[in-house]
């Protein structure tokens, strides 16, 4: 089963998996991991790449640092 981590950013989060390792096994550039690092989310396309990245670590994924979901948060909580 996934340990619950609460990461507070990409940037949290890719300094706990690795960012070399995370850019090797999900295919991802440089230039694209960083913009989502400076972005604080990830595109909500990478979900079905991250997802098995984190299963193969045991740690949940990150639902609440993708784009769509980051925004939705934002929205419940402004209500």
Known sequence: MAQDQSFTDVDEFLAHVGRKEFQNETGK???LVQ???VDGVFPDSWFWLV???CDSRSIGVPEHLFRGKAKLLKTETAE
């Open 29 to 31: 550039s440089t230039q």
């Open 35 to 37: 913009r989502a690092k």
């Open 51 to 53: 997802k098995p990245f």
